[in-house]
């Protein structure tokens, strides 16, 4: 059974803090990563997919994979109050199909 | 270009029943995904539809169904509904491909009395 673990939080930053997000996975052969966005009572908004070990930057967001540890990280610099929500990773399970495996999602706020 | 469209957005059903919803994908996109997400068990897979076949099926019971059209579109069906069905159900599209990526409809919330 594939599992994604993420710190369900609350995380709380002051804004314009770095907000960091962990998130390990169980099976070693994953490939695809992503970083989705949720706030409350609306649906999934993808922030960052990242497939290969080391750093991708996108603005103030920074994923970054490390698959020989089975983890996988999204720096948020410079948070703002409008970031407070929870952040959900995600592993594809298959290679070429869309049945992700989803953590549990860590709840951040941001403090003004 | 469009995102993910989902239809309804909001239903009420009683136990017992049956529904139907439906998902437009994004315009290109072939394969659709749908998702259950409640707050005890978090967002999980249900079924893949690439090509109007189903792909990938997650742990759900037999109540659980889906179809997909030539057009890409996608309905999921869940029969003789139970109280802990009520969640909000999200599809997802995507191209076809390694590493593609998914982006969500705005999903239906759906409640069963």
């Known amino acids: 059974q594939k599992e994604v673990e993420q710190n369900s939080g609350p995380l709380s930053v002051p804004e314009g803090a770095i907000a960091s997000l962990n998130c390990t996975y169980s099976d070693r052969v994953s490939q695809s990563f992503f970083w989705y966005r949720q706030y409350s009572g609306k649906s999934p908004e993808l922030i960052m997919s990242?497939?290969?070990?080391g750093d991708k930057e996108d603005g103030r967001f920074t994923a970054q994979l490390n698959k020989a540890s089975q983890y996988v990280s999204l720096l948020i610099r410079d948070s703002q109050p409008s970031d407070s929500a929870t952040y959900l990773c995600a592993v594809r399970g298959d290679n070429y199909g869309q049945n992700f495996v989803f953590g549990p999602g860590t709840r951040l706020s941001v403090l003004p | 270009k469009a995102g993910v469209t989902q239809t309804p957005r909001y239903l009420i059903k009683t136990r017992g029943q049956q529904v139907t919803l439906s998902c437009s994908p994004i315009?290109?996109?072939?394969?659709v995904s749908w998702y259950q997400q409640t707050p005890g068990q978090g967002l999980q897979f249900l079924f893949e539809?690439?090509?109007?076949?189903?792909?990938n099926k997650g742990n759900f019971p037999g109540r659980f169904s889906g179809r997909q059209f030539s057009n890409s579109r996608s309905e999921m069906n869940v029969s003789t509904l139970e109280l802990g069905d009520s969640a909000l159900y999200l599809c997802a599209s995507s191209v076809q491909g390694e590493g593609a990526e998914a982006f969500f409809g705005q999903g239906t919330r759906l409640t069963v009395v």
């Open positions: 539809y690439f090509s109007e076949t189903q792909r």
């Open positions: 315009s290109g996109h072939r394969s």
């Open positions: 990242i497939y290969s070990n």
